[in-house]
């Protein structure tokens, strides 16, 4: 059985264009909130989740960005260089496809991220995670348990956790930008820009998309008015798990 994964696809080079005036000077996944970058935070989980080695993607500012993570040790942190030509999400998976290696990978949004309550989700997504009939798992978030998240729901989920769209439905799920993904789904994709979402859809035409909703708080900042409010959210997901902070310093 899986107990760890070792590797991780950091997604970091978006443009932030919904936070600016901010974003102006600086890429998103730098913005702080409550003392702490966003990319940080989601590298502070994947160390805590027991992650050796994280590519990090990198196109707006990426000099700052690669100035930011020169330090970190754990994970050890690799830039995968997109400042050329933005790949979008499957794209920049893709790219670094070679540092990522052959074993099953996470892949985290650096513009999003959760406070655990309990064992820490991704722990949790590595004991959900079934190779023989998966080929993706979506960490997903209760809308009642998500701050910032302005959009509808994104799946449904049947008992056994295979999912499908939820087209709006909202008795759904958010995706809360963290996944297990399995190299063999890139095989034949193309080298340029493309997204994340087209493997979505040929996962659920194969039955081999499945979910996991997550235990905790699930935030989102779009939005330089978003920020007050999630540091709010934190401060009150952190009140009720105290256990989390010691986790996440």
């Known amino acids: ?12 080079a978006g443009l932030g264009k919904r936070m600016r005036p901010i974003t102006d000077t600086m890429p998103k ?40 993570v020169a330090a970190r040790r754990a ?13 979008d999400s499957a794209g920049g998976i893709v790219h670094a496809l070679p540092e990522l290696g052959g074993a099953p990978f996470y892949i985290v949004n650096a513009d999003t991220f959760w406070i655990d309550s309990g064992v820490p989700n991704l722990a949790r997504l590595v004991l959900a995670w ?12 209760d809308p009642q ?32 930008g963290a996944a297990i993904v399995h190299p063999r789904l890139f095989k034949d994709a193309p080298a340029g820009p493309h997204s994340l979402n087209a493997y979505f859809d040929a996962a659920i035409a194969a039955s081999r998309l499945f979910g996991m909703t997550m235990h905790g708080h699930w935030i989102t900042v779009g939005t330089p008015d978003a920020i007050p409010l ?20």
Request: charged share 20%; hydrophobic share 50%.
């Open 1 to 12: 059985m899986t107990t760890r994964l070792k590797t991780a696809m950091v997604l970091a």
């Open 29 to 68: 996944p730098l913005v702080k909130i409550s003392g702490k970058t966003l990319l940080d935070w989601s590298l502070d989980s994947l160390a805590h989740a027991g992650v050796d080695k994280a590519m990090v993607n990198v196109h707006y500012f990426p000099e700052q960005i690669v100035a930011h």
């Open 75 to 87: 994970p050890r942190v690799v830039i995968s260089d997109e400042s050329e030509r933005l790949l």
């Open 130 to 141: 079934d190779a023989a009939k998966m080929d993706i798992l979506l960490m997903l978030a």
């Open 145 to 176: 348990s998500a701050t910032g998240h302005s959009g509808g729901t994104d799946f449904l989920m049947s008992p056994a956790g295979a999912l499908r769209r939820s087209k709006g439905d909202p008795t759904g799920l958010i995706y809360a």
């Open 230 to 249: 999630a540091e709010a959210a934190v401060a009150a997901a952190l009140a009720e798990s105290p256990s989390a902070l010691t986790e996440l310093k």
